[in-house]
């Protein structure tokens, strides 16, 4: 009798609060995907299979924001049983357009949403899964990148760190050949502020950046927002642009007089 193979690593990716957008990238990786389930164990999985496993795990995917009292223990014991830990997504790692809740009454919209608002337990806020657990590692996007994400999931298998760059969209405009937006017709745009990963899809098409992968490794706020006003968008435009996918993450870096 042959002797067995070597384990294989164990793959987990798990859902919070969350559209599922970022583990559909997952799934949608297609011609890399069926190779990589040849290379790992992927064993729980609730987007594309009904049979899961115990931890421990080598490594975990997790999607979505903190928001309820089970969440927040959920997580825990996730973190326990994963050797690894990777945030994908705009709600793992800000808290989602969801957070949008920080900065209002949660009880208000419960009572407007829900015929019966007592049946419904909720946390005040909604939060980024490294504001509960120690996080090994945060990809950013709303949704994610799928190249970014074979990336990661590559890196930690072949146990070095991920090569996800951390400049600005503007950096990746230049790298297209993209006219920029602002320049060239006076579009406001985030790109000077906002993480790459996305391929400054936006500007390509002349739009302007909306900030999807939240704030890049250096910005300057104080001098993006009086560039946007300049643009010809009012206070409440601005307000409205910085407060979408990335809320608390922008708002953490956001000019004191430009909080709302």
């Known amino acids: 009798m042959s002797a067995p193979g070597p384990r294989r690593p164990r793959l987990a990716v798990f859902k919070f609060a969350s559209c599922d957008g970022c583990q559909l990238t997952l799934l949608d990786c297609e011609d890399e995907l069926l190779p990589l389930a040849e290379e790992v164990d992927i064993v729980h999985f609730l987007e594309a299979s009904s049979a899961v496993a115990p931890g421990p795990y080598d490594l975990a995917l997790v999607e979505g924001s903190i928001t309820t009292a089970e969440d927040a223990a959920r997580i825990r014991r996730v973190r326990a049983a994963s050797r690894r830990l990777v945030t994908i997504g705009a709600c793992a790692t800000a808290g989602g357009i969801q957070a949008l809740r920080n900065f209002a009454d949660v009880a208000e919209f419960r009572q407007t949403v829900y015929a019966h608002p007592e049946y419904i337990e909720t946390l005040a806020t909604s939060t980024p899964v490294s504001a509960h657990v120690p996080v090994d590692f945060e990809l950013r996007g709303c949704p994610i990148d799928r190249h970014q994400l074979l990336e990661v999931i590559t ?106």
């Open 155 to 260: 890196a930690y298998l072949a146990e070095r760190s991920p090569d996800i760059p951390n400049h600005s969209v503007c950096f990746a405009c230049k790298r297209r050949g993209t006219v920029c937006v602002t320049v060239a017709h006076g579009t406001p745009c985030l790109g000077p502020v906002t993480h790459a990963g996305c391929g400054a899809i936006c500007p390509a098409y002349g739009r302007g950046c909306y900030g999807c992968f939240g704030p890049s490794g250096s910005t300057n706020m104080p001098a993006m927002i009086p560039l946007l006003r300049s643009d010809g968008m009012t206070d409440e435009d601005v307000h409205r642009i910085l407060h979408t996918f990335n809320v608390t993450a922008f708002a953490a870096i956001e000019p004191e007089a430009d909080q709302p």
